[in-house]
């Protein structure tokens, strides 16, 4: 996504070695290093099993693919670049807009993943292109971007929104999406890692958390929101019991063995 003139072999390596590097990591230390010692604070203690795990690298291959083949087909095709938002001189929109143009980012993406995620959620979509993501009711970190296909195209789809909408940058790419791959690992860690009580404070009313992600992933319903709880909270779809969840989960002893 970083090199709108390169090949789409650099994009696509690229863009999956980002995906390995983040997700394999994340499992090393959480599912491998130190499993024996934090399984009591696992979200739902018991673990996926190894097809889990084989399912979802296989389609967050696959998404990797579509992730890599968009950019490559609208900037690196000069007739459909020249229509897009992309510019390459800083001071051509001032360095003010240059910052502002990451929290505006996040928040149209957490918009559009809201809307995007509860449509997929109708039952003539559901089926169709979001039960491969739901497969994994007990997430690990390979799970962030288990895709269908068309669930992919749809996800990706916020970069042409971008592109089309409000002027981007190569560093605003790449930062976004590094940003995106590393809370959506954290999302379906499978741990919590915010600090107790953080859902009470001011910030943390707003803020998603891996709590919240995997309730939805274990129930299916509510909890829509990518990086914040704006939307949820607005349109009632929070679940009631999501900070009881989260304070549960914060609060375990070592003894203890929840699901």
């Not at 599912?31 to 934090?38: A, D, N, Q």
């Not at 604070?41 to 968009?70: H, N, W």
């Not at 390979?142 to 190569?170: C, D, N, Q, S």
């Amino acid at each position: 996504m970083l090199y709108p003139d390169g090949k789409f072999f650099s994009i696509f390596t690229l863009v999956s070695l980002r995906y390995v590097l983040l997700a394999g990591l994340a499992f090393l230390v959480w599912y491998v290093i130190r499993k024996k010692k934090i399984a009591f604070r696992k979200i739902q203690v018991r673990f996926p099993s190894g097809k889990d795990y084989q399912r979802e690298i296989l389609y967050s291959i696959a998404t990797m693919f579509i992730f890599s083949i968009i950019p490559w087909l609208i900037l690196g095709n000069p007739d459909i670049k020249k229509h897009t938002t992309w510019y390459t001189d800083i001071n051509e929109h001032g360095t003010v807009y240059f910052w502002l143009a990451f929290p505006l980012m996040l928040v149209m993406h957490d918009t559009y993943f809201y809307f995007t995620h509860r449509l997929m959620h109708h039952p003539k979509l559901f089926s169709l292109m979001h039960l491969v993501h739901h497969k994994s009711t007990n997430p690990s970190p390979w799970a962030a971007f288990a895709f269908h296909p068309l669930e992919a195209v749809v996800e990706i789809g916020i970069l042409v929104v971008y592109l089309f909408t409000i002027p981007v940058m190569k560093a605003h790419l790449f930062f976004f999406f590094l940003f995106m791959m590393v809370y959506n690992v954290y999302g379906h860690l499978g741990w919590e890692l915010y600090p107790k009580h953080f859902n009470r404070t001011w910030l943390g009313r707003w803020i998603n958390t891996s709590v919240n992600h995997n309730q939805h992933h274990q129930y299916f319903k509510g909890n829509y929101g990518l990086y914040f709880l704006f939307w949820d909270r607005l349109l009632g779809t929070i679940r009631s019991d999501y900070d009881e969840k989260y304070e549960e989960v914060q609060n375990r002893l070592p003894a203890q063995r929840n699901l």
